[in-house]
């Protein structure tokens, strides 16, 4: 019991080195708080004594499901240190209570009204530490009519306006199976966690709340559509493999491979001003079908609309240019004569890229709990001076009890027995 | 609150980043009180000034609502980097600036001098960001694109689509809406360590590093399982009932039941029927095995209930056996999921958000006056601090409007080098 756990890895040159988080978060803010920690900040999940319930969030090591092996959990949580805490019982109630004058962050998620029924309510912390910044990440916000209300991550991308944008015209709206609503507003909490963090530090130490919403945080990543009403008073959706230009379906994008698929915006650009290059590479290989004439070299480098059987057999070129090639060996050359392809990459593929092995990403975390070591993904930003660093694996449930309850409050062995046998623990 | 100073109050941005990525991470800084400057040219104007919807279908720089949108509560200056003097005028502006961002093609911004090193020299606490598609190093440095092909090499496109179709992607060019939340967050937490030690620093930031902290388990799964996830239209790998299913109006509702809970609010509100107390539905791991049929039953449920006010007589034979008097609009459907706490919501259009009752409680879209554009809609940022909000202060600016501004005051000419200049074409 004497030594102390593997996890997190010390990272005092973070530029958030020296903070502290305590994360009450479920899937809305975790992300968020283990970013924060990767920057510096000592993080502490707090969990219920029989675990998180997001530890019974598939998929699983080795389908194995049991709370220290979710991969969400991992995912989520690497590098944290985790306490267990029974916010239903006063006594844990007042051990967070402690914790909080010692916090700088709270990050929590639960329905607007939970914390207060707890007396954990913003306003009730601010009192005990006020320069606490708490970060309540929820789906629809604080307050208004639909603050209550239940919501996993396919409400949020529905709500939120991304649903109706995806998809295609036949099979109608469509999710990303990697949940995006909730991708966007862990990392919108870091970014309101980090707004007012600059603010306490210019307003002497004032803490403020910080009300994030899931719906709110997807209504941010429409790209122009909501102009596009605002102006012309057009719902742009869902296109499929073409791209939707304000209500009106354009040119292909997305072209099959050899190997796989291919991004190539605007049929590779051989509708548009640098049609030339394209065109080119097409005659150069002898697969241009005529298209290299003057008459529709012309006729493709002009900003004018070409007709639909015109569109329809400049698309056949390119796919049949494409279906023949590895998408890695087309986006090589499309890049080299000035085109912006890229590939779709599976995320086998993405671990496999030539660039980001390049860029050194990739970290391997060692799970001693386990016996092995696996790859996980690197750094989001690299920061010159105060570089990111991983912190290690997901902490098991309680796994830092002694080592928090000890330093921070004082608890000794003894009382901490008797908060584990009050059920507190 | 009075008294208090917004966030980031005195700190002045030179905005050298264009199009999607760049200009949303300084929006963040620009909503929240700091001077942003947008430093833009003339003779290669800003993407997004070029793109659509233009007001009155009217093509021109300061027209754009796609560019206005991004842009809220920023100056903007005109210079020529090719210009004989222009690189040097922009160091004499960031000399008085705390942040520079910026996303050309790695090595632009060192062509013309402005390369974090030749910058510190002259603002030694400068925190600079560069944040092009694949960062400043690597085989890929100098390729090209945005988001709409960077979501394909992040991974988003393979796990979008339906499991027997392409990978479509997400209809807009997506990691441009991802990643600059990473990019801010990393850009502020190094100025608030800049605050506390004087130090400022270089990030380079490259867009599909980050994106892929997007995929949630994805990556793991492969990494430690081997298993690759794959697209699997609107269903979840962990969750079921998951579904998008047509009410008789033509809209959509989205269930996504993730718990035990959801499941059992979920089976109330469908008033109870025999086949969800099947005992093949009665685990989540059993049901997701079952999601087929599952789907069948809530497609046929939601033709029974709901309504088309337009067609109020219309009526579906072999309706399931549901209470003669639960007869719903699309609205009310939703309204009756979530008073038994399912996980449920409609499909919104660009136009039913902003006729949204929640969003229009938390003041998301503001009106701002523009002028040229006029009263034109913008989005706010996705959070709310309670004592020092962001306050969308202005439209976007125009091009070079501020330039009298910047190159007078700031850059400290008198009004006659100013107006040579300006005749010169430094300022295109």
């Given amino acids: 019991m004497a030594s102390s756990p593997p996890i997190p890895r010390p990272h005092p040159a973070g530029p958030l080195a020296g903070y502290r988080v305590l994360d009450l978060a479920d899937e809305k803010g975790q992300l968020c708080a283990r970013i924060l920690g990767e920057l510096g900040a000592d993080v502490i999940k707090i969990e219920p004594r029989d675990g998180d319930p997001t530890r019974q969030n598939g998929p699983f090591f080795k389908g194995e499901q049991s709370p220290n092996m979710s991969l969400f959990w991992w995912a989520m949580n690497a590098g944290k240190r985790s306490v267990t805490c029974e916010l239903r019982l006063e006594p844990g109630r007042e051990l967070f209570r402690k914790l909080v004058t010692q916090a700088d962050f709270v990050i929590e998620t639960s329905v607007p009204g939970e914390m207060a029924a707890l007396g954990l309510d913003y306003a009730s912390l601010k009192k005990l530490n006020p320069g606490l910044v708490m970060v309540s990440i929820t789906n629809f916000g604080q307050t208004g009519p639909y603050s209550r209300w239940a919501a996993t991550d396919i409400v949020g991308s529905a709500m939120g306006g991304q649903m109706y944008l995806n998809g295609d015209p036949e099979r109608g709206p469509l999710r990303t199976t990697a949940p995006q609503a909730y991708a966007q507003v862990n990392f919108q909490g870091a970014v309101g966690a980090m707004t007012a963090l600059y603010a306490r530090g210019v307003n002497d130490g004032l803490g403020q709340q910080v009300d994030v919403s899931m719906q709110e945080a997807m209504c941010v990543a429409m790209d122009n559509t909501q102009p596009i009403w605002d102006i012309r008073r057009i719902n742009t959706s869902g296109p499929g493999i073409r791209r939707n230009n304000a209500g009106v379906l354009g040119s292909r994008y997305l072209f099959e491979t050899a190997d796989g698929w291919v991004a190539a915006l605007g049929v590779g650009g051989l509708i548009g001003p640098g049609a030339n290059a ?58 080299r004569r000035g085109a912006g392809w890229a590939p779709v990459f599976s995320p086998r593929e993405v671990v496999e890229s030539k660039q980001l092995a390049g860029r050194d990403y990739w970290v391997r975390v060692h799970h001693e709990d386990l016996g092995e070591s696996f790859i996980y993904p690197g750094a989001p930003f690299k920061l010159g001076q105060t570089p990111w660093q991983q912190r290690g694996r997901a902490p098991h449930a309680g796994e830092h009890n002694e080592q928090v309850y000890g330093e921070l409050l004082g608890i000794d062995s003894q009382e901490l027995r008797r908060l584990k046998m009050r059920m507190v623990v | 609150m009075p008294g208090l100073k917004k966030p980031f109050e005195g700190l002045r941005v030179a905005d050298f980043a264009w199009v999607g990525v760049g200009p949303l991470v300084s929006k963040y800084l620009a909503d929240h009180g700091a001077e942003v400057i947008r430093i833009e040219s003339m003779t290669y104007p800003e993407t ?37 003097r222009g ?18 093609t790695p090595g632009t911004m060192a062509r013309f001098g402005l390369d974090y090193a030749s910058l510190r020299q002259v603002r030694p606490d400068l925190v600079m960001i560069s944040m092009p598609l694949y960062g400043q190093t690597g085989p890929w440095a100098d390729y090209m694109g945005y988001g709409h092909v960077l979501q394909a090499a992040a991974g988003i496109n393979h796990l979008t689509g339906w499991p027997d179709g392409p990978p479509i992607g997400t209809g807009v060019a997506y990691t441009d809406f991802l990643v600059p939340h990473l990019a801010a967050t990393a850009l502020i937490a190094a100025l608030d360590y800049r605050r506390r030690t004087g130090v400022g620093q270089y990030i380079d930031f490259g867009q599909m590093e980050a994106a892929v902290h997007g995929l949630g388990t994805a990556l793991l799964d492969w990494t430690v399982n081997g298993h690759e996830q794959m697209r ?14 047509r009410c008789r109006d033509g809209r959509y509702l989205v269930i996504g039941c993730a718990t035990e809970k959801h499941w059992e609010a979920f089976k109330a509100a469908l008033g109870r029927p025999e086949w969800c107390d099947l005992e093949r539905m009665r685990r989540r791991w059993q049901r997701l095995n079952e999601q087929h049929e599952i789907d069948r039953h809530i497609q046929a449920w939601l033709d ?43 499909v919104q259009s660009p136009e039913a958000m902003r006729a949204d009752p929640q969003l229009a409680h938390r003041g998301h879209y503001w009106f701002l006056e523009h002028p040229t554009m006029g009263l034109r809609c913008y989005d706010g940022p996705a959070f709310r601090l309670s004592e020092t909000p962001a306050v969308l202060s202005k439209a976007a600016p125009l091009l070079g409007e501020d330039n009298e501004y910047v190159y007078r005051e700031l850059i400290g000419l008198a009004e006659e080098e100013f107006i040579e200049l300006l005749a010169d074409g430094a300022m295109e």
């Fill in chain 1, 278 to 335: 394209i065109i080119d590479w097409l005659a150069e290989s002898g697969e241009a079908r005529g298209l290299d004439s003057a008459d529709w070299r012309a006729r493709l480098t002009a900003l004018v609309p070409l007709p639909p059987d015109e569109v329809a057999f400049v698309e056949e070129t390119l796919a049949a240019f494409c279906g023949s090639r590895k998408k890695e060996d087309l986006v090589g050359e499309a890049q």
């Fill in chain 2, 48 to 84: 997004l000034r070029r793109v659509g919807p233009f007001v009155d279908d009217t093509p021109g720089v300061d027209n754009s609502g796609y560019y206005a949108n991004f842009n809220s509560s920023k100056l903007c200056m005109s210079v020529d980097l090719k210009h004989a």
């Fill in chain 2, 87 to 104: 690189p040097e005028l922009v160091k004499r502006l960031i000399a008085k600036c705390d942040v520079v961002t910026e996303s050309f």
């Fill in chain 2, 232 to 245: 699997m239209g609107n269903r979840d790998p962990e969750a079921a009932p998951h579904g998008c299913y």
């Fill in chain 2, 304 to 346: 029974a209930v709901t309504v088309d006010p337009s067609r109020p007589e219309e009526v579906v034979e072999d309706a399931p056996d549901v209470p003669a008097d639960w007869r719903f609009t699309t609205d009310e459907v939703l309204a009756h999921f979530q008073k038994f706490g399912v996980p449920a919501g409609v």
